[in-house]
């Protein structure tokens, strides 16, 4: 969908441009909304380098888009554009909506224009096929779900599109999210190898520049694992920050929607959008207050930043294989370098219940599809059969 006079008069009157000389990535072988907060800083338009508006990260765009120079239509046809070049071979989309993205980056467009819009508002999102979006499928990436159409949205998702974001589409994940390779999908480095799991489908997305941003999941590391496999980044926020209203559960003591971006600052400013108390799920109201202007982007300016800071260390760090250990060391030395002290920890032993507790758990939600275990791969059934013993 093209729209250039829309977009003429949009740019009209913009003061800065943005630079060239960027470049691209090698080859891909119901709650109450947030309040409105201070914006924390931006880069500055005149020093955001790019020549594909799918190259910019999250707060790069934002920063363009909120001066005016890109108009949210154009970041948009740049990540369709590249997911439709290359996730032949990642396959990290399960579903994409270009009509309903358009829609909404014309909408964002109008709010930017008329000034005060959110940092989030004109951005992309991927989001992992376990938010419900209303009127569109929702699968768990498994054959189960053919066909079931989400009846409202996720608390999460509603959030971000009530502050402008625009749904790219859905991503795959493991089926129901329950292990963590998603097999399905290839890591944009190297399309052979395992994009991690079970929010894989997330972080191939973000890392093969279809989108600035991407909502995972974590129970025990889906969103972590997969964010370290595909060399992005992704926080798993205090138990209850996040709503789970309306986001297909593996163990709903234990799941965690979670914020994914290139940088651990995009995923700080999505998860800034993310966050607050929600009546659909109680737990909700026991997280910590919410920082008054978002969480945090950048770094403290000062010359300890991380100053009167503790960082437990487990003694098993000491166990990494070679390589690994010598880049946990490396990164440990920065931490000190910022005025962070370390302090060696002794991780308590894991409850011998804890993996029979998960099993049941698991089990509880999937009884409901007791007759179709054989619409499940196989890896899938048999953890699932284990929960409903």
Same mark, same amino acid.
């Given at each position: 969908m093209q729209?250039p006079v ?8 913009a003061?800065v ?6 470049t691209?990535l ?25 020549? %594909? ?18 108009h949210p ?7 369709l554009?590249?997911?439709?070049? #290359? %996730?032949? &071979?990642?396959?990290?989309w399960?579903?994409? #909506?270009?009509?309903l993205?358009?829609?909404?980056a ?6 930017l224009?008329?000034?005060? &819009?959110?940092?989030?508002c004109?951005?992309p999102? &991927? ?35 009530? =502050?402008?974001?625009v ?6 994940? %493991? ?11 290839g890591?944009?480095?190297?399309t052979?190898?395992?994009?991690g ?9 973000l890392?093969?520049? #279809?989108a ?16 370290s496999r ?7 926020p ?8 309306g986001?297909?559960?593996?163990m709903?003591?234990?799941? =965690? ?17 993310m ?7 109680p737990?909700t ?8 202007a ?7 300016e000062?010359?300890?930043?991380l ?5 437990g ?8 294989p ?5 880049l ?9 370098d ?52």
């Amino acid at each position: 969908m093209q729209s250039p006079v829309s977009r003429r008069s949009f740019l009209r009157g913009a003061s800065v441009g943005a630079a060239v000389g960027a470049t691209a990535l090698p080859g891909l072988a119901h709650g109450v909304p947030l309040p409105r907060r201070p914006a924390p800083r931006l880069p500055d338009p005149a020093t955001v380098a790019a020549t %594909d508006p799918a190259m910019l990260t999250a707060l790069e765009a934002a920063s363009l888009l909120q001066a005016r120079t890109l108009h949210p239509v154009d970041l948009l046809d740049a990540c369709l554009r590249r997911s439709a070049d #290359y %996730d032949g &071979a990642t396959n990290a989309w399960i579903r994409t #909506y270009p009509e309903l993205a358009h829609d909404q980056a014309e909408q964002a467009a109008q709010r930017l224009a008329a000034g005060d &819009a959110p940092l989030l508002c004109g951005l992309p999102i &991927a989001v992992k096929d376990l938010y419900a979006v209303a009127g569109l499928p929702l699968t768990a990436s498994s054959r189960v779900l053919d066909g079931n159409i989400a009846a409202g949205d996720a608390t999460v998702w509603r959030r971000l599109r009530e =502050h402008g974001a625009v749904l790219l589409g859905h991503t795959h994940t %493991d089926e129901f999210a329950i292990m963590t390779a998603t097999p399905q999908v290839g890591n944009p480095w190297k399309t052979d190898d395992t994009a991690g799991g079970s929010s894989g489908g997330s972080a191939a997305a973000l890392a093969a520049r #279809y989108a600035p941003l991407a909502l995972g999941t974590d129970t025990g590391g889906s969103a972590r694992l997969p964010a370290s496999r595909c060399g992005v980044s992704a926080i798993k926020p205090t138990f209850g920050r996040c709503s789970k209203y309306g986001v297909i559960p593996v163990m709903w003591t234990r799941d =965690h929607p979670a914020a994914m971006g290139r940088t651990l600052a995009d995923a700080a400013l999505l998860l800034s959008f993310m966050a607050g108390a929600d009546a659909n799920d109680p737990v909700t109201g026991t997280a910590p207050p919410l920082p008054a202007a978002g969480f945090p982007f950048t770094a403290p300016e000062a010359a300890k930043p991380l100053g009167g800071r503790v960082f437990g260390v487990p003694v098993a760090a000491d166990r990494l294989p070679a390589e690994l250990g010598r880049l946990f060391t490396e990164f440990l030395g920065v931490v000190t370098d910022l005025g962070g002290e370390l302090r060696e920890v002794r991780m308590p032993a894991e409850p011998e219940g804890l993996a029979t507790g998960d099993a049941v758990e698991l089990g509880m939600y999937h009884r409901q599809w007791i007759e179709q275990l054989g619409l499940f791969r196989p890896l899938s059934a048999a953890v699932v059969e284990v929960g409903l013993a």
